[in-house]
């Protein structure tokens, strides 16, 4: 016998009160009340027990949407490109379909695509960095790619810190120091000079474990005539570059998806070329509130005429990058004798200023400047170091914003 019968019986029959039936079976008042209602509504379907199956359950979707997850999931895949939940989500709104990331990271654990990872370490866990600008910072490495004939080849990356825009993807036999500050300069002719280049210690990029005394490589030289700040990861620890890391993931995985596996040096190019259009143009990324890479290169607005680049030594103070890449950094006038600092943003703001003319001031017009403006303060004084040209733009950007983080 039910619990329900053995309560709504004595009272129905016996003629107990509710209030006795309550004391009597240990239950509450309330739901010796709701009881006798349903029995007076229902009859003797009060005594058997509910399902206790919710009147709404806003994760379930259709079957029609389950399907077109899976199926977004298996084009994805076969098509070399990312297949997480994240991605299949960017997907469904934008073909019109709400549901959650969680909803959908359900619906491939029942079907079997994805398997649970419990002991997968956290992403909160990571301390992640990214530059403030783009062409703050860019990153550099090169990864192996087996050729259909076997013959082994190098992908050389030069990686956008901020956007995770791919500036320059090239496939060479084998990548040396003078493919690296070749593929340098053509990049930054481009999409100008940046501030900083971030990279591994190999052997094309640095010199200072060589295991001999003295010396700098190609790239060291080009960047310290640029007066460009070279930075390097520490070694063993590949996650300080790890967002050109994680790119080698990505184009090789794309690349082993493709049907017709490449022969030559140009037709792994010519891949390399696709698939760098799907990449940067329409390839949402995660780290970037799920927009394109393009989007995030060109958050700004700006598309300044970059400066051709000098080579070797050559490169003097005149032909130092200028602003690169900000059309409100290129309108800057800055003095060449005032450099502004952390400490003094809040004056350094009169000694430059953006110009609201319909011609801006040339970007290198600060390099030629024969003097320093009166409105200079003591805090902003005339540096015994040049300024640093290829920050210049950012350090224009900071003042007219009023400092750092604004953006």
């Known amino acids: 016998m039910s619990k329900a019968r053995a309560i709504i019986l004595p009272i129905h029959i016996e003629g107990l009160t509710q209030s006795e039936a309550a004391t009597r079976y240990n239950v509450s008042k309330s739901w010796v009340s709701k009881l006798m209602t349903r029995y007076r509504n229902e009859g003797d379907t009060a005594f058997e027990p509910r399902s206790r199956r919710p009147n709404t359950s806003p994760t379930k979707v259709s079957d029609e949407l389950t399907q077109h ?22 997907h469904l709104t934008r073909d019109g379909h709400h549901v959650s990331i969680s909803t959908i990271r359900r619906r491939l654990l029942d079907t079997g695509l994805i398997e649970p990872a419990p002991k997968k370490r956290p992403k909160s866990s990571y301390i992640r960095f ?46 040396t120091g003078a493919i690296v500050v070749s593929t340098f300069d053509q990049t930054a002719e481009l999409h100008g000079f940046p501030a900083s280049v971030l990279t591994d210690n190999g052997l094309v990029y640095t010199t ?9 490589n190609g790239l060291e030289t080009r960047l310290a005539a640029l007066d460009i700040d070279q930075k390097h990861s520490r070694p063993n620890h590949p996650t300080t570059c790890g967002k050109v890391e994680r790119f080698h993931q990505t184009v090789k995985k794309w690349l082993t998806a493709q049907p017709d596996q490449p022969t030559t040096i140009e037709q792994l190019q010519t891949l390399i070329d696709e698939f760098l259009d799907e990449y940067n143009q329409r390839r949402p990324h995660r780290s970037l509130g799920r927009a394109t890479p393009a989007i995030a290169y060109q958050k700004l607005g700006q598309q300044a005429a970059p400066r051709a680049p000098t080579t070797g030594s050559d490169a003097t103070e005149s032909t130092k990058p200028g602003p690169s890449h900000y059309a409100a950094a290129a309108a800057c006038t800055t003095s060449p004798s005032v450099e502004p600092t952390k400490g003094s943003r809040a004056s350094s703001s009169s000694t430059t200023s953006i110009s609201g003319s319909s011609s801006p001031t040339p970007a290198n017009s600060s390099a030629t400047s024969p003097s320093t403006p009166t409105s200079a303060t003591n805090h902003a004084s005339k540096q015994t170091k040049p300024p640093n040209r290829g920050f210049e733009g950012f350090r224009c950007l900071e003042t007219s914003l009023g400092g750092w983080g604004r953006i």
């Open 130 to 175: 990214e530059a403030d600008l783009p062409n703050e910072t860019w990153q550099s490495d090169f990864t192996h790619y087996r050729l259909a004939n076997g013959a082994d080849t190098e992908i050389l990356v030069w990686l956008d810190d901020h956007s995770h825009y791919a500036l320059s993807v090239t496939s060479h036999h084998r990548v």
């Open 69 to 90: 997850i899976v199926n977004l999931r298996i084009d994805l895949t076969h098509r070399g490109l990312d297949d997480g939940p994240e991605t299949i989500h960017w």
């Open 208 to 216: 200072r474990f060589a295991g001999y005394p003295g010396g700098r």
